[in-house]
């Protein structure tokens, strides 16, 4: 079992920034990749960003690219997501997910671990 613990939303205005945090514990493999969704209320979950741990390699929707950036820290089996420029269409509540293996994905059904989620808003 792997148990995942994001940190950091919040309120911000339009214009601001916010980094999220997802800190990974328990059975952790060293192939795997991490990735953080979003759902806004009645709204599907959707695909933000995602990162393979030990390739380093990233993918954005296109929503986020420019503005956001996901990185990790293997030492501390953290991820991060950088908002810059948030928006208020940027407003939801973000699920940091796992999953093990290789390569990256943005299908929701293909990660097996998902945190509780944590709000984001975004004022106009």
């Known amino acids: 079992q792997v148990q995942l613990v994001e940190s950091g939303g919040g309120l911000v205005q339009a214009g601001g920034s916010l980094r999220l945090s997802c800190a990974a514990s328990?059975?952790?493999?060293?192939?795997?990749?991490m990735a953080w969704f979003r759902q806004a209320p009645g709204k599907d979950r959707e695909f933000v960003a995602a990162?393979?741990?030990?390739?380093?390699?990233?993918d954005y929707a296109d929503s986020v690219k420019g503005r956001f950036t996901i990185s990790g820290d293997n030492a501390k089996n953290t991820v991060y997501l950088q908002m810059n420029s948030l928006k208020p269409e940027d407003t939801a509540v973000y699920y940091c997910v796992y999953r093990e293996g290789w390569g990256l994905t943005r299908r929701p059904t293909d990660y097996g671990y998902w945190g509780q989620g944590t709000q984001v808003t975004v004022s106009s």
């Open positions: 990162i393979l741990w030990s390739g380093r390699s990233t």
């Open positions: 328990g059975r952790t493999f060293s192939w795997h990749s």
